[in-house]
C-alpha cells in the first residue's frame, strides 16, 4: 500500500508513536479515575453520637449499620459483662434510625420497651443493652466533638477521562486498520459502535440520572475496549458478539444499581435469586456440553452461554446480603450450604478454575461477615481434606496439571500454550509488536485464556500491566470505602465482587505464564466471552453501589 521507502518509514514511526502514546494514556487514566474515587468519598465523620447515661461518655456512630456488643470485632464496644458478644445493630435507613437485637440474652430496649424484632429510634431515646443504657443524639448536641478539618481536593472530569479514553480507543483502531501491512477499514464499525454506546451511557447517567461519578465506568469501559480492539486486530468475527455482551452487561450494570437502591426490596429477593443460582446449576449440568474437559458451555443455536458466570453474580448477592443479622452464625450458616452446593455443582462439572474463584469469594464474604479467624481456619481446613479426597479418587484431576512447572519439558504437547505465551510476551517487550502483529493469535484460545499474552506482545508489558493494575486497585477502594456504605451489604458485596475479580485476573495472567495452573479462566473486562463481559459488568455493580455517591448524591438541576 505504501511503496514509498520514506512514507513507510515516517508510517512505522507514526504507528510506534501510537503503541507508546497508548499505554502511558492509560495509566493517567487509571490513576486519575482512583484520584478522583479516593477524593469524592465522604470523611469518616460521626453521622450520630451515644452518650453513656452513667459515664456521660460520648461515643462516635461512623457508619450506617454498627454492630453493637462485647465482642472486639463489633463497631461498637461495650465493656459489660451483661452485654452479649453480639448484641444489637443499630442502622441508619430511609424511615431514619433502627435498632434490631441479633438474639441476645439479656435483650434490648428502647425507653423501656423490649424491642421484639426492630424498634424505631429518634434523638433523645435511650437504647438499654444490659445494664448499658447509650442515649441517640445529633453530632451537633456533642460539646467536645471538634468538627475535622476540611481538605479542599479535586475530582478529575468524568468527561474528560471518557474523552481520553476514547482517544485511546481511536489509537488502538488505527493500529488495527494497519494490521498486517494492509489498510482495512473494517475495525472503524466497532468502534463507532463502541463511542456510541459509552458515550450515550455517559449521558443516560450524568444527564437523565444526574449523577455526580462515572469514574469506575470509564475504567470499564477502557478495559472492555482494549479487549475489543484486541479482536479487531486479529479479525475474530466474534467481535460484534462481544460489543453485544457489552450492551447487555450496561443493561444489567444499570438494572442491579437501580435494583440494589432498596434494601427491603434486596432481602425479599435473596431466597429467589439463591434458587435461581441453583436451578442455573442443575440446568447447566444436565444440558452443558464438555469442553476443554469441562461441562459448562449451553448452546442457544449459534451462541453458547456459560451459566456459572452469571452465578458468580448470584453468589456474592446471596453471600453479602446480611442486612439486619450482623455478624451471627444463624446467618452465616445458610450462606455455607449455598456456598457447599455451589462448589459441589462446579466440581460435577470438572469447572476446577472457577471453584476456586467461588471458594476465595467465599473465604471474603465468610470473614467479613463473621469476623472469625477461627471459622476461616475451619473452612479452609476442610477445603484442604476435600482437595485430598478428589485427588485420592480422582486421579485424573492431578493429570490435568501435570505439566505444571515443566512447559518446557512438554512445550509442543501440554505446555504448548503457556511456552508460546512465555516467548511472544518476551518479544512484545515494553510497547509490543503492533495490534495485529503478533504470532500468539494463531495459538488455541489466545483471546481468552491467553488474552494477556497476546496484550503483552501485540500492546507491550506496560499495558498488560496497567490492566492488572486497574482491577488490583479496585479491591483497593472497594476496601477503603467499607465505612463509608450505607449498609454493610455494600460494602461486602463491594469488597467479594473486587476480590472475586483480581483472584481470577491472578489465575488468567499466572495461569498462562505456567506461575499456576493453567485452569482457562477469562481475564476480566478483556477476554473474548459473552458470559463473562456481562458477568463482569454485573459484578462492577456491587462496587459502584459501595459509592454513597450513588445513590445519595445528585447534580444541581
Known amino acids: 500500500m505504501l511503496d514509498n521507502p520514506v512514507i513507510q518509514n515516517i508510517f512505522s514511526v507514526a504507528l510506534y508513536l501510537l503503541r507508546i502514546a497508548v499505554p502511558l494514556l492509560s495509566i493517567v487514566v487509571v490513576c486519575r479515575c482512583f484520584h478522583s474515587l479516593k477524593a469524592g468519598r465522604r470523611r469518616e465523620d460521626p453521622v450520630v453520637i451515644l452518650q453513656d447515661m452513667v459515664t456521660k461518655e460520648i461515643i462516635p456512630v461512623l457508619y450506617w449499620e454498627n454492630s ?17 458478644r453480639d448484641h444489637a445493630v443499630l442502622m441508619r435507613r430511609e424511615s431514619g434510625w433502627i435498632v434490631v437485637d441479633t438474639n441476645s440474652k439479656a435483650g434490648t430496649r428502647v425507653n423501656g420497651k423490649k424491642v421484639e424484632d426492630r424498634a424505631q429510634i429518634l434523638p433523645g431515646d435511650v437504647i438499654t443493652l444490659g445494664s448499658t443504657s447509650l442515649m441517640l443524639k445529633r453530632t451537633s448536641e456533642a460539646k467536645n466533638l471538634k468538627p475535622p478539618k476540611r481538605r479542599r481536593v479535586h475530582a478529575a472530569s468524568p468527561f474528560g477521562l471518557l474523552f481520553v479514553v476514547m482517544l485511546i480507543q481511536i489509537m488502538l483502531c488505527i493500529e488495527a486498520c494497519f494490521a498486517g501491512g494492509q489498510f482495512s ?14 458515550w450515550g451511557f455517559y449521558l443516560y447517567s450524568m444527564k437523565g440520572l444526574n449523577r455526580v461519578s462515572f469514574e469506575l465506568e470509564t475504567v470499564g469501559f477502557l478495559l472492555s475496549g482494549i479487549g475489543i480492539m484486541l479482536l479487531c486486530g486479529s479479525g475474530v468475527e466474534a467481535t460484534y458478539i462481544q460489543l453485544g455482551a457489552l450492551l447487555l452487561g450496561i443493561v444489567l450494570f444499570c438494572v442491579m444499581i437501580w435494583f440494589m437502591n432498596d434494601l427491603e426490596r434486596v432481602m425479599r429477593w435473596r431466597l429467589a435469586i439463591a434458587i435461581g443460582a441453583i436451578v442455573l446449576f442443575a440446568i447447566n449440568l444436565v444440558f452443558a456440553s464438555e469442553n476443554n474437559g469441562a461441562r459448562n458451555w449451553i448452546s442457544l443455536g449459534p451462541v453458547s452461554v456459560q451459566p456459572s458466570e452469571f452465578i458468580k453474580i448470584a453468589f456474592v448477592f446471596v453471600g453479602a446480603s446480611t442486612l439486619d443479622r450482623l455478624q451471627t452464625a444463624r ?25 476456586c474463584i467461588f471458594f476465595v469469594t467465599f473465604l471474603i464474604i465468610a470473614f467479613m ?29 492431578a493429570q490435568r496439571f501435570a505439566a505444571w512447572r515443566h512447559v518446557w519439558e512438554f512445550a509442543n504437547e501440554a505446555g504448548y500454550q503457556q511456552t508460546r505465551v512465555l516467548t511472544y510476551t518476551a518479544s512484545g517487550g515494553f510497547f509490543g509488536v503492533g495490534l495485529g502483529n503478533g504470532y500468539l493469535k494463531s495459538v488455541f484460545a489466545s483471546t481468552s485464556d491467553l488474552v494477556f499474552g497476546m496484550v503483552c506482545e501485540e500492546l507491550g508489558l506496560i499495558l498488560g500491566l496497567t490492566i492488572v493494575l486497574a482491577i488490583a486497585l479496585l479491591v483497593f477502594y472497594a476496601r477503603s470505602d467499607v465505612t463509608r456504605s450505607r449498609s454493610t451489604f455494600y460494602s461486602i458485596s463491594a469488597c467479594a465482587a473486587a476480590g472475586m475479580m483480581l483472584f481470577q485476573t491472578c489465575l488468567n495472567v499466572f495461569g498462562a505464564t505456567d506461575v499456576l495452573p493453567l485452569t482457562g479462566v ?12 456481562v458477568a463482569v459488568w454485573g459484578l462492577l455493580a456491587f462496587i459502584k453501589a459501595s459509592d454513597e455517591r450513588t445513590y445519595a448524591v445528585r447534580k444541581r438541576k
Request: hydrophobic residues 50%; glycine residues 12%.
Open 68 to 84: 453493637l456488643g462485647r465482642s472486639r470485632s463489633c463497631d461498637i464496644v461495650l465493656h459489660d459483662s451483661t452485654v452479649s
Open 185 to 198: 477499514y473494517m475495525p472503524l464499525i466497532p468502534l463507532g459502535v463502541l463511542v456510541v454506546m459509552e
Open 331 to 355: 446467618n452465616l450458616s445458610g450462606f455455607i450450604l449455598f456456598g457447599g452446593v455451589c462448589l459441589g455443582a462446579l466440581f460435577l462439572m470438572r469447572d476446577f478454575g472457577t471453584a
Open 369 to 397: 461477615r463473621s469476623g472469625s479467624v477461627r471459622t476461616i481456619a475451619l473452612i479452609c481446613s476442610a477445603a484442604v481434606f476435600g482437595v485430598f479426597l478428589i485427588l485420592r479418587f480422582r486421579p485424573y484431576v
Open 522 to 533: 477469562t481475564l476480566p473486562f478483556v477476554s473474548q466471552g459473552g458470559s463473562s463481559m
